[in-house]
């Protein structure tokens, strides 16, 4: 067991610069998750997939956004045309499939818009 | 949606002395409470979790309890340690919203040598 690895660790673009970023979970992992969080707050949840489907999407995650999971194994985020509202923390975590599995953080990636 | 409260958002104690952490939320149907642990620049990392059907849930020096009927449940750490300086989570969630977690604010605890 691994862990869950974000890659990169940091990224730091101009504005209207798209960005993707990358979450390799656990690898006995169906369910996989991405959330935001951003200084002093606690993560807010933006999308998660159970194998390869996208099964919900937050209000927070506007048009610009966008997610997939294509095999079913890692998951890769894409913000398009950045803003400054973008910089964050984007974590993402993991979870056995069923109700109740404890989610799995990674480390994040810290996006700063310049 | 679930709505979930955190307080206090930060806790100074002295080594030795115990923390308590109050976390409520707003969903009926929320079922399982973990808590999180973030120290600065790292992940969140689980600590402990309580599902409904438990009233009390402690390992070692950690210990949750949840109140259903009020919707509330609370992180009590005792015998504090400086290493248990960091930012607290409290989450909420329900299999019927995909088991996705809503987070309280954080409690920044502080443990004075």
């Known amino acids: 067991d691994t862990g869950v690895s974000q890659d990169p660790r940091h990224k730091i673009t101009k504005r209207g610069q798209n960005v993707t970023f990358r979450c390799d979970p656990i690898s006995e992992h169906n369910r996989l998750y991405w959330y935001r969080q951003t200084l002093g707050q606690g993560p807010e949840f933006l999308t998660y997939f159970q194998n390869e489907a996208q099964l919900e999407k937050s209000r927070l995650l506007s048009d610009r956004f966008s997610a997939e999971r294509p095999k079913g194994s890692f998951s890769t985020l894409e913000i398009q045309r950045t803003e400054q509202g973008d910089s964050a923390m984007y974590l993402c975590a993991s979870s056995r499939d069923g109700g109740n599995q404890p989610q799995h953080f990674g480390d994040g990636t810290r996006l700063s818009i310049l | 949606g679930e709505n979930v409260e955190q307080h206090p958002s930060t806790l100074s104690v002295q080594e030795g002395d115990s923390a308590v952490i109050k976390c409520t939320y707003s969903d009926s149907a929320s079922n399982y409470f973990p808590w999180y642990k973030q120290e600065l620049g790292k992940r969140p990392q689980l600590i402990i979790d309580i599902r409904s059907n438990v009233g009390e849930k402690k390992d070692q020096r950690i210990a949750v309890t949840l109140n259903k009927t009020a919707k509330h449940f609370s992180l009590h750490i005792t015998e504090t340690q400086p290493e248990d300086s960091a930012v607290y989570f409290c989450?909420?969630?329900?299999?019927?919203?995909?088991?996705?977690?809503?987070f309280g604010g954080g409690t920044r605890v502080l443990v004075k040598p």
């Open positions: 989450a909420a969630s329900s299999p019927a919203a995909g088991n996705k977690l809503t």
